[in-house]
């Protein structure tokens, strides 16, 4: 049995901000204040709803997560944010149409109250939106410090323990690190001069490590992916993780894929495409924001069929990935797979997926969940990137350069890092069943 982690209890109130107020944000704020009313259960969330086997088979032993580790209770929980547009949580969830009036009125006064804070924005990075509650300052610096001190407000006003930090905000355009991204120092440097190659969530991500703020990045842009951040997280203790929250499309094709290379079955391509019409489809109307998600929704299936290895059955692969924007469909996705797949002898065969998916409705519980494991990791002192928590991410950050993308292997994973730090031997599966 490996020696258990200190870990310090989840004791009183836990803050979660989100920079971005949109879709994403207010249905997960909305589905956890219903659930503390008893309106709804917290479906998709593993925190919440899922079991861990712990020991042999036989032991019977399989307690809810939340049993097993010392996570924060949802009545502890808090929720703030920022938004260039949004004014409060209600509005944002009325804008973003996920949540029927029905059920937004019986927790509209606890959303309304979820005020929005003047965001950090630039329209460089997210030509589509026009900020109208923006931050103004001496420079990039002085726009950090302000969302510092905010941080700090926001945990003195309403007696926070402790406060995590997960990225709703909008896809930014593409960018490679560059130089500024090298240090901690010329990271700072490069905001005191207003260098160009800074971006907004830069400045959360930032502004977060430098508080003591565990960070996750729900968006494929780079934000905490930094050398110079990932020398912030270890120089002041703070865990992170991202990145892309791992829903609709590629949640199916990393459930898929690695059923069809447990069987030895080859690929010849897989084309995607989506039609979504809420906020997020047209900021991913912009080529530049675009091309941030493909890249994130490319790299999937080379890392599960692993090529390299399986030349004859995955050296050949066309994989296409379209996201078009159609305002009739709101945050109600459509994501239409054609995969081309072969077997003995080389004979082909097709497999067509017609996922008519709520975009909001599958993240929502990511953003839960991520925020109670984060903190849990936290009060682990578990600092810098958290791999384990692979499972969430369509991108997951890993400094060996080889993150794993099989869901499978990412969920035990998962589980057997809780098993491991609560002083219980990982479940491996080897024995009968
Ligand atoms: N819904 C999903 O399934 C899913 C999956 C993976 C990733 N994501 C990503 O999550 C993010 C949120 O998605 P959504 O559907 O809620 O989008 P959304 O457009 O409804 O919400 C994003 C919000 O971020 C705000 N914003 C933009 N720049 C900001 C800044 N600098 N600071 C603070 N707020 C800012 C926008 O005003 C908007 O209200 C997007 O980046 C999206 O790509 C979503």
Request: glycine share 8%; aromatic share 8%; charged share 25%.
């Amino acid at each position: 049995m490996p020696e258990p982690l200190k870990i310090a209890p989840a004791n009183g109130r836990l803050g979660i901000l989100t920079p971005g107020m949109g879709a994403v944000a207010s249905t997960a704020y909305a589905g956890v204040i219903a659930v503390r009313k008893g309106l709804a259960e917290p479906i998709g969330s593993l925190t919440q709803l899922s079991h861990i086997r712990l020991g042999k088979r036989e032991e019977g032993r399989n307690p809810l997560i939340r049993e097993f580790v010392p996570l924060a209770s949802l009545d502890d929980v808090v929720f703030g944010g920022w938004d260039p547009i949004s004014p409060n949580a209600l509005e944002a969830a009325r804008t973003a149409g996920v949540l029927s009036e029905s059920d937004l009125a019986p927790i509209s006064s606890e959303l309304e109250g979820v005020v929005a804070m003047p965001a950090v924005f630039d329209q460089r990075w997210v030509k589509r939106l026009d900020g109208i509650r923006v931050k103004t300052g001496e420079n990039l610096f002085d726009l950090a410090e302000q969302l510092i001190e905010d941080i700090a407000r926001f945990r003195s006003e309403n007696s926070l323990e402790r406060v995590v930090m997960v990225w709703c905000g909008s896809t930014e355009a593409y960018q490679e690190a560059s130089a500024v991204h090298d240090t901690v120092e010329s990271f700072e440097q490069g905001m005191r001069e207003n260098d160009e190659n800074i971006s907004p969530s830069q400045l959360y991500a930032y502004a977060a490590l430098t508080s003591g703020v565990p960070f996750a990045n729900g968006a494929p842009n780079l934000s905490v992916d930094l050398p110079c951040m990932i020398e912030l997280a270890a120089r002041n203790r703070v865990a992170y993780t991202g990145k892309d929250f791992k829903t609709g499309q590629t949640l199916i094709k990393t459930i898929l894929a690695p059923g069809f290379k447990a069987r030895m079955l080859g690929m010849r391509g897989w084309y995607s495409t989506n039609i979504l019409g809420n906020r997020d489809g047209e900021v991913l109307d912009d080529p530049e924001n675009f091309k941030t998600k493909e890249v994130s929704k490319l790299g999937v299936l080379d890392a599960i069929l692993q090529p390299e290895v399986y030349p004859e059955l995955y050296g050949n692969i066309d994989h296409v990935v379209r996201i078009n924007y159609y305002p009739p469909r709101g945050d109600n996705k459509e994501g239409w797979d054609a995969i081309d797949i072969f077997g003995w002898m080389g004979y082909p065969m097709q497999i067509k997926v017609d996922f008519l998916c709520r975009d909001s409705i599958l993240a929502a519980p990511i953003v839960l969940d991520l925020a109670l494991l984060l903190d849990l990791a936290q009060r682990a002192d578990q600092s810098g990137n958290q791999e384990w928590l692979s499972f969430y991410w369509k991108s997951p950050h890993s400094e060996s350069g080889s993150p794993e993308h099989d869901i499978f292997i990412q969920q035990t994973k998962l589980k057997n890092t809780l098993r491991e730090w609560m002083g219980e031997s990982p479940v491996t599966h080897s024995e009968a069943g």
